[in-house]
């Protein structure tokens, strides 16, 4: 079952609480996110790619995903 955007961003919203998250796409397969989170600074990209994945708790396991592709920028605040 697809996920729509409002879904994504109150699973990131529970794992980044202050972040600035912007979720964009309207087939609910194929979405973009931008985290802006103070929690990646020091770590690198698959860092906080990885972080922000375990913060869908599934959601893009395997073919079985409710998510099956996630274009993300993750970046700490300037």
Same mark, same amino acid.
């Given at each position: 079952?697809?996920?729509?955007?409002?879904?994504?961003?109150?699973?990131?919203?529970?794992? &980044?609480?202050? /972040?600035?998250?912007?979720?964009?796409? %309207? %087939?609910?397969?194929?979405?973009?996110?931008?985290?802006?989170?103070?929690? &990646?600074? @020091?770590?690198?990209?698959?860092?906080?790619?990885?972080?922000?994945?375990? /913060?869908?708790? @599934?959601?893009? %396991?395997?073919?079985? @995903?409710?998510?099956?592709?996630?274009?993300?920028?993750?970046?700490?605040? %300037?």
């Amino acid at each position: 079952m697809p996920m729509h955007a409002q879904e994504i961003e109150d699973l990131l919203r529970q794992s &980044f609480p202050n /972040a600035r998250i912007t979720v964009e796409g %309207d %087939d609910g397969v194929h979405m973009s996110a931008l985290v802006i989170d103070e929690s &990646f600074r @020091g770590l690198n990209r698959v860092q906080q790619q990885r972080a922000v994945y375990a /913060a869908l708790k @599934g959601k893009m %396991d395997g073919s079985n @995903g409710a998510l099956h592709a996630l274009a993300l920028t993750t970046k700490a605040p %300037d």
